[in-house]
C-alpha cells in the first residue's frame, strides 16, 4: 500500500511538471501523446510506449472526446496502408511495446471536436493482466500538431 501510494505521487508530481508518465500496478505508459487534427478531419491516432512488469495485454481504450476509440493496426500490402483494429496489443514483461505512427495505435474516431497542439486529451487504456484481471489507466495525453510535434513553448519531459 505505501508502495503504490508513493509511485500515485510521484506519477502526480511528474504529470505537474508536464512528463507524460503514467504508473499503474503492473503497466507503466511513457510519453504518450495524440496527434492534432485539421478542419473537417474526424479521427486521429494517439501513440505512446507501454511496459509491463509482467506478461499483460493493451485489450482496450476510451475518451470522452471521441464517439469511438479503437486498438488499431496499421500495415502495408502490395504498396497499400491498411488500417485495422486488432483485439489486443501483446506486452511481454520487462520489453517497451511502441505504439506508434505506421504500426500498433490508439484510434480515436469521431470526434467531437477538433484537437489542437497543447491540446490535453482524457484517454483510458484498459490492460488485461496475467491473471486475467483487467486494470485501468487514466491519462491526461498532450495533443501535438498535426506533424507530430509538441506546441511550441511546451516543455517535452522524458
Do not use: Y
Not at 510521484?10 to 485539421?38: F, I, M, N, P, Y
Not at 505512446?48 to 486498438?71: D, F, H, I, Q
Not at 477538433?114 to 484498459?126: F, Y
Amino acid at each position: 500500500m505505501f508502495t503504490r501510494a508513493i509511485r500515485v505521487f510521484v506519477a502526480a508530481v511528474l504529470g505537474v511538471c508536464g512528463v507524460s508518465v503514467a504508473q499503474a500496478q503492473e503497466v507503466s505508459v511513457r510519453d504518450a501523446w495524440v496527434r492534432g487534427t485539421v478542419k473537417g478531419q474526424s479521427a486521429t491516432g494517439a501513440f505512446m510506449e507501454l511496459n509491463a512488469r509482467t506478461n499483460a495485454r493493451l485489450v482496450g481504450a476510451s475518451s470522452p472526446v471521441a464517439k469511438v476509440v479503437e486498438v488499431h493496426n496499421m500495415t502495408m500490402e502490395n504498396g497499400v496502408m491498411k488500417m485495422f483494429a486488432v483485439e489486443a496489443v501483446d506486452l511481454p514483461a520487462g520489453k517497451p511495446v511502441r505504439l506508434a505512427p505506421g504500426g500498433f495505435h490508439v484510434m480515436l474516431m469521431e470526434l467531437h471536436k477538433p484537437l489542437s497542439a497543447g491540446d490535453k486529451v482524457p484517454l483510458r487504456l484498459t490492460f488485461e493482466l496475467a491473471n486475467k484481471q483487467r486494470e485501468n489507466v487514466d491519462l491526461q495525453v498532450d495533443v501535438r500538431d498535426v506533424k507530430g510535434q509538441p506546441a511550441k513553448g511546451h516543455h517535452h519531459g522524458h
